[in-house]
């Protein structure tokens, strides 16, 4: 049944949010616990649909996996893989489900896994990913919409990346971790979920070397060599960033728990520069606050460490009501401005010309009824209708539950009026739902 959310504007947020685990971290974590044989266990998980998703992908591989919803852990006992086929139906459900072809390249040496395809927010090739498996020896042929690749054996060697694709680089580092001797991933990406994942490897008896820079060598192991751990995965940047956003957005003040600070770098700086208050409060909490009307910003998307694209349209929300015209460039993605057309509805002045966006800020939003189109998109307008005066409603929240642990009620603890609905039945239903289905716990 459509779930949609509703929000009355217009509430200055106050008060403290902690974060959570990290989805973009977490998803790999997952997928490379595959590597090692035995029960790995994974704490500050997220209670979202794509780590339902992946632990489904996980079992349809023979690992056993068990979530505990209070501990907000996760086991995979990858004891024994017994099918090295991930399936279509899931891995295009969910394209992060697709770094599970270096883990099983790695570990079983044979892999067969569904091509993604595209997705809403850009055509999303995996072209480096399967250079990188072939540099290491890997047979990689495209059948009826899978990857096959099997390997007699990996050999390590210099891969160099023509841009710095974080998949590419986890796949490449999660088949290499077993390969005999070093790989070098010359313009690796750099994002803070490559060096968990490197830190997770390691403490799994992986030898990583470099991640966090653009050069990382894997010196091979043996399979001996790994053992199951307990580890425990980095913060969401990306949902620090949307709750900075809420705080400013509303002209409120409140404490972010639970974050990196020196994740969101770019982030801040530039929504200092638009005029907000960032303070850090200690080593993993900051204040947000925002007295006057912010100005207008120009941002351009980069990897890691420029500005993340995951939080552009979090930015244009906040550029919709800025003082003078800011300028946002989007040069990872091909159509990740979808959340355009929605803040238009509720009188924001945007030009978009392919992957530039001309935001001429107005006085205020004005509440309207609103669709999804992806996770980010779909958050930057939950940003636009906590500004805007008036009842908005927020349709395809699906997109949003990918990606956000508990937002209404975390929306609701600062002080926003916000309901998750079911459209047949207007009564409000789950306010304290997690975002994984009974049949994935
Ligand atoms: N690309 C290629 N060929 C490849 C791989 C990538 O052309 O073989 C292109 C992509 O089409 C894209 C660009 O390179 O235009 C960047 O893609 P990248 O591989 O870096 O991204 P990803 O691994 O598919 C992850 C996050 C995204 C985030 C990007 C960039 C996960 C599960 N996803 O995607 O997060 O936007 O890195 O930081 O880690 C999200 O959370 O909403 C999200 C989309």
Known sequence: MAEKIRIIGGKQLKGEVSISGAKNAVLKLMAAALLAKGATKIYNVPELTDVGIMLNVLEQLGAKTQYDRLEKSIVVDATEITNIRAGYELVSRMRASFVVLGALVGRCKEAIVALPGGCAIGERKVDFHIKGLEALGTTVKIENGYVHAKAKKLVGTDIYLDIPSVGATENIMLASVLAEGSTRIQNAAQEPEIIDLANFLNAMGADVVGAGTSEIVINGVKQEDLKPIEYTTIPDRIEAGTYMAAFIATHGKGIIRNIFPNHLTFYTSKLTKMGADIKLIDPTSIEVSCRRRL??????????????????????????????????TESLYENRFMQVPELRKMGADIHQERNHALVKGVKNLTSANLQASDLRAGASLVIAALMAEGESTIDNIYHIDRGYELLENKFRMIGADIQRYNEEEPAVINQNKGNLSESQL
């Open 295 to 328: 100005e207008a910003i120009n941002i351009i998307t980069q990897p890691y460490p420029g500005f993340p694209t995951d939080l552009q349209s979090l930015a244009m929300a906040l550029a919709t009501v800025a003082d003078g015209v800011s300028i946002i």
